[in-house]
C-alpha cells in the first residue's frame, strides 16, 4: 500500500497545465503532448477510494498500451511512447464529450436497468425475456456524456447529435470505430480465453483527424467474463466468472455503500487492497498472454518523473 502512486504533483518544463482525473494525471507540454500517468488510485460509482492499489496504475498502462498497438489498424490513436510502466505520453486531442460505450452481454448498469423494468437505454431497445450475463442478438451502443466531475450521464444518439455534442457525420465514425474496436477485442480476448462483456472507448480530434485517446480494454474500462464455463453457468443461473472492477462494486455493495449520499466507504484493509492488485495482475496475464513483471517501487515517484523527463528532453532537443 506504502508504494502505490495516489497522487502526483510534477512539474516538468513547458507544463502548461495538468488535469487530475479519477485514476489518471494528465499533464499538458506546450499544448502540443500529453503526460498521462496512470496512478494507483481506484474508483467505483464515480467516486475515488481511499486507498491506492498496488501496480494498478502498471496493468491499466501496459494493457492499453498493448490494444492500441492491436487496434492501430482501425483508427489512429493518440500514443507517442510508454516511457514509463506507467506512463504514456501522446499527442493532444481535444475529446469529444462523450464516452462510446458498447455492450454484448446484458451486465453491469445495463442489468440493473433492465431488473429495474427498463427495457431500453440509451434509446436503443432490449428484447424481452432475458436474464443476468446472456448475450445480446448484437451488440449494442449506448454512449454516455462525459462529466468533468460527478456521474456520468446515459444519452441517446439523436440527443448526442441534438445537442451539437457531435456532429452526425463524426458520430457516425464514431459508431463504425467502436464496432470494429469491440470486433477486434473480442477477437483478441476469445483468443485468451475470455469474453468481452462491455467496454468504453473515447475519442478526439487534431488537424481535423479522429484518434482514439486514453485507454482501451483494461479492467477500468471493460468487463471479461472466463470463456470456459460461461454456457453452463448461464444455464444453471450462477454468477460469472469473471475479471473486471465489478468485484470491488460487489463488495461495496455488500458493505453498503453504492456512492450515494450518507454512505461511507468501508475500511479497505491490507489484506483486501493486496488482494484487489492480484486481481488486477491476474487479467493482465490472462489478456497479455504472459507473466506481469512487477516495476521497482522502491522510490516510485521519482522513478517516474526521471522517465518523463528523459523522454520530453530527448523529444524537444
Known amino acids: 500500500m506504502k508504494n502505490a502512486i495516489v497522487k502526483t504533483d510534477f512539474q516538468f518544463k513547458d507544463q502548461k497545465s495538468v488535469y487530475k482525473g479519477k485514476v489518471r494525471d494528465v499533464y499538458n507540454i506546450k499544448d502540443e503532448l500529453l503526460v498521462m500517468v496512470a496512478s494507483d488510485r481506484i474508483s467505483a460509482f464515480d467516486v475515488i477510494l ?15 498500451s498493448k490494444f492500441l498497438d492491436s487496434t492501430e489498424d482501425i483508427v489512429p490513436n493518440w500514443k507517442i511512447a510508454v516511457p514509463d510502466p506507467m506512463v504514456t505520453i501522446g499527442r493532444l486531442c481535444e475529446p469529444f464529450k462523450v464516452e462510446m460505450v458498447i455492450r454484448g ?8 436497468e433492465y431488473k429495474d423494468g427498463k427495457r431500453s437505454i440509451c434509446g436503443v431497445a432490449m428484447p424481452e425475456g432475458l436474464k443476468e450475463n446472456d448475450k445480446f442478438p448484437t451488440p449494442m451502443i449506448t454512449p454516455t456524456t462525459k462529466a468533468a466531475v460527478g456521474h456520468d450521464e446515459d444519452i441517446s444518439r439523436e440527443d448526442i447529435i441534438k445537442l451539437g455534442l457531435v456532429s452526425e457525420e463524426d458520430y457516425t ?16 480476448a476469445a483468443s485468451m480465453g475470455l469474453i468481452l ?4 472507448y473515447e475519442f478526439g480530434m487534431a488537424d481535423g483527424d479522429i484518434y482514439l485517446i486514453d485507454e482501451i480494454h483494461t479492467p477500468d474500462s471493460s468487463r471479461y467474463f472466463y470463456k470456459e464455463g460461461y454456457e453452463a453457468r448461464q444455464a444453471k443461473g450462477e454468477s460469472q466468472k469473471q475479471l473486471s472492477k465489478e468485484f470491488v462494486r460487489e463488495w461495496l455493495m455488500a458493505n453498503g455503500f453504492q456512492g450515494k449520499d450518507g454512505q461511507t466507504v468501508p475500511l479497505m484493509t491490507e489484506e483486501y487492497v493486496n488482494s484487489v492488485s492480484d486481481r488486477y495482475i491476474e487479467l493482465y496475464e490472462q489478456i497479455a498472454g504472459e507473466p506481469f513483471v512487477k516495476a521497482d517501487t522502491s522510490n516510485v515517484l521519482t522513478r517516474v518523473q526521471k522517465n518523463i523527463e528523459t523522454f520530453l528532453t530527448a523529444y524537444y532537443r
Request: aromatic share 14%; glycine share 10%.
Open 197 to 200: 462483456v462491455d467496454t468504453k
Open 105 to 112: 452481454y446484458l451486465s453491469g448498469h445495463a442489468w440493473r
Open 173 to 188: 465514425k464514431l459508431e463504425e470505430y467502436t464496432y470494429k474496436l469491440f470486433e477486434r477485442g473480442t477477437e483478441i
Open 50 to 64: 481511499p486507498e491506492g492499489i498496488p501496480y494498478k496504475g502498471q496493468v491499466l498502462n501496459q494493457i492499453a
